[in-house]
């Protein structure tokens, strides 16, 4: 049972999420690709909700109280919205997918539930689409896993 809990640790980790996940589970566990694949990606969407939840607080609460981080925060989302939004509008939800599905250092969940915060996508958008990109980048380490 232990190591099907660090199998769901590792998927829910900000560095490795489902890409560290699915090869440590076949690799050094032996488990079957199935179970390696639900426990990943299982892990993997573990934080999401909380972390959509959660940053809306924290920058509105950091941001009252402190006056380097209002400045800052703005100066982020402003800036990172005017460079990318074009995407965003001509992908539409599927660039969100597509962002999370390319298993690539700074893409996945975590860096997927940041740029959804950031572009004000709604809660329930954000969800279904992140949940999409991960089962597809968990079909695509899995493929790959499977080809070395």
Known sequence: MEKEILTILIAASPVSE????????????????????????????????????FLKYLTGWLSHRVYFLNRFFSWLFERTRKQHNHHFEVW????????????????????????????????????????????????IVLSITYVL
């Open 92 to 139: 539409k939800e599927l660039a969100l997918i597509i962002f999370v599905a390319i298993p690539l250092p700074l893409t996945g969940a975590w860096g997927g539930t940041v740029a959804a915060f950031v572009f004000g996508i709604p809660l329930h958008r954000a969800i279904l689409d992140i949940g999409l990109g991960i089962l597809i980048s968990g079909l």
């Open 18 to 53: 489902l890409r560290g996940a699915i090869p440590a589970a076949i690799f050094f566990w032996d488990f079957p690709a199935l179970k390696a694949f639900l426990l990943s990606v299982f892990g993997n969407f573990l934080p999401v909700i909380p972390l959509l939840l």
